[in-house]
DNA sequence: CTTGACTCTGCGCGATATTGCATGATTTAT
DNA sequence: ATAAATCATGCAATATCGCGCAGAGTCAAG
């Protein structure tokens, strides 16, 4: 690769992503993280980028949306939420858990496809102002921590439900101890929601892996699918493909 | 995540929120409390933020904010959202309908105060996240025009519930045709909540004032209590004074 | 074809920065 | 007044940095 491609790349990366990380780049290009930081260096010497310790940032501050979401580097989350949405077939019912991947999966959605949507998360709700979705809120008692109804009002409301999938989250998934979570109520209304999909697909993050919360939700055994970043250690997600659960990389 | 990036995050969210908690910040990122804590500090010393015991303050009053949200002309909702909120007393069991005017009412009420508060706005709720508040959401299909349950099971969880107030939120308001509004599920809805309601208290911009909807709500007499803006025209307000409504001018 | 100047790259090294944890002090809440 | 939360500090582990050096490739003059 020659260096003014790379630095033509460097360019194009502070534009999409907002930042950029040395060691990563490195890696991804296999190259010596010094080659980088040499790049950075004359880049922003020549008053291209602003050199940061770790990375570099544009010169001016991309667009505030843009900025706070890639600060908090949900990349991972977007990749998982588009591969979850990829799943959703038109006409179905799905529900939709909690959380900041599952808000993902809602913005990767075709704004114009015919669905039913049922979630007990108020944020996700909100989410699904601008698609043509038919939207079933679930109410009850808000569990402050995850932000998502609760309680017998909740459970009720679910067991008139009989959605075609259900995106679960989760706290923490564990070869041996399957899915958990932190709060007894929460974890009931899962299962409870679980109970009544024909099938229910968890996206997890890569640092759940290995992890558990006290309060069991189902086995591994239970989940269609597990969606799971590609860039995860192989010894680390390996019990599970053992499992015979389907796993999605994304 | 990038230092930098980092401490331009804390930026931003002093900003939007008007304030950083270090424990939530740490647990959002991701991060130990340490990092923040050190963050806070260096950017106190840096005069760029008031270090305060549990996380920071800006050092003085976002100006530009201010500013932004008046030139979207949501001043006149800020100063009725305030008003509503000096109605509210510890302990009680408030019923807040969708709609920004009432996002402006939770953004007035304290933090801190011992509530319980109802909604079937999504959104409303969302809103609550931050405060101690216990909140019943009350769930249904979500009507898209103004994002709230409705039908049988909105109407049910709130034939459980009796608040000590009702903010209520209208599209038009008339001496004679009263608080109207759009959609026929939706005004069953406002209905039903204001029978349960110890008082209903309407919050009303002046654009409405003299309009009628296609949907009835309720007469004025049945109004606790009116908050419009102080900036009326007073022959605009004068029908409605000789009510014997509550005026409260904001 | 050979040689030498030049550039790019990777590696080693010591220096610096960042982060998380332990500890004891301080503040706040009950 | 007592318990819990928050804080500052020191320390150790890790990450990142800048710099010098050497090998590989390029190019042009000899």
Redesign the interface.
Known sequence: MLTSQRRALISARLVRDG?I?AGELAQELDLSEDTIRRDLRDMAAAGLLKR????A?PLA?PL?DL??RQ???TGVKQRLGRKAADLVRAGQLIFIDGGTTNAELVRALPRDMALTIAT?S??I??L??KHRA?????????Y?HS?V?TGA??LA?IGTLRPDIFFLGATAIHAAHGLTTGDYEEAAIKRAIAAQSAETIALMTG?KFGTVSPHHITGIENIAALILPADMAPDTSAPYRQKAVRIIEA
Request: hydrophobic share 50%; no cysteine.
């Open positions: 930042q990380v940061v310790h770790g990375g940032l501050p505030p900025e706070s600060a908090m580097s007990h108020p944020a709700a909100a699904l102002e038919e939207v079933i809120l679930i109410g009850g008692r808000l402050k932000m109804s009002a909740a409301a640092e």
